[in-house]
Every structure is written in C-alpha cells, then in structure tokens.
C-alpha cells in the first residue's frame, strides 16, 4: 500500500506544479514570450492530467477520505472542497477548449477571450487542491 500512501502528496505537488506552470505562463505571454506561453501553458495541462490519473488511481485504491475535523475548521474544509470540486468540473471543458482554440483552430482571439475565464479557474483549482490536501493529511 505504499504508493496509495504516497498519492496524495504526489497529487498535491502536481496541483502545485500546476498552479505554478500557470502562474509562468501568464507572465509569460504577457511579455510576448509565446513560445514560452505555449510550453508552459502545456506543461501545466500535462501536470493537470497526470494529476486527475494520480487522483483516479488513489480514489480506486482508497476511497474518498472524511475530514477528521469539527467546528469551524470542517465548515472551512467543506467550503473550499465544494468550491475546488465544482470548479475542478468546470475546468476540463474549459482548458480543453482554450487549447483548441490556440493549438489547433489558430483562432488566437478567442483563445484569449475564454483564457480569461479558463486561467483563473484553474488557477483556483491547482490552489485549492493543494489547501484541501493539507487540511486533509497535514493540518489535522
């Protein structure tokens, strides 16, 4: 069972990794660095991939974990799951669309019209993730 074990941090760092690449990529296409954008921004869908494969992997292994808190510390921890979860959904179709539109359709306005709904969704995503993992495994 060690890498059931080990999952969890791993998918937190792939969230970070995540959220960083993000980060990255925004400075980087704001200072016309599109090549850099471009592999930045696609290292960032690849970390997010392997995440949700880590993810599914620990869930078919585990199960799904309960917070082990009370008060207000749970309501916190359920306020942020249920955000990152929702929002986590949401993602997908959103960066999948924003790559379309830029890698395959070269239809670079509307990359940039949806990128600004996509980039700080999943920025929130690859953030929260990281925060509901040391809720979950580090802060309890």
């Given amino acids: 069972m ?3 074990e080990a999952l969890p941090t791993v998918n ?3 969230n970070g990794t995540s959220g960083v690449l993000l980060a990255l990529g925004f400075v980087a296409i704001r200072a016309r660095r599109i ?35 009370t008060g207000a510390a749970k309501v916190v ?13 949401a993602v997908v179709p959103l960066a999948l669309r924003t790559l ?12 940039k019209r949806i990128a600004r709904f ?9 953030t929260t993730g990281v925060v ?7 802060f309890v």
Avoid: E, I, N
């Fill in 118 to 126: 996509t980039l700080p969704v999943w920025l929130y995503v690859s």
């Fill in 35 to 69: 090549a850099a954008h471009r592999a930045l921004m696609l290292a960032a869908f690849g970390s997010s991939t392997l995440f949700l494969a880590c993810y599914l992997t620990r869930v078919a292994l585990t199960g799904t974990h309960r917070y082990p808190g």
């Fill in 100 to 111: 379309q539109l830029s890698l395959l359709k070269k239809r670079f306005d509307a990359h």
């Fill in 2 to 4: 060690l890498l059931a």
């Fill in 77 to 89: 921890y359920l306020g942020v799951l249920v955000s990152h979860m929702l929002l986590a959904m």
């Fill in 12 to 14: 937190a760092v792939l």
């Fill in 132 to 138: 509901v993992y040391l809720m979950l495994y580090r």
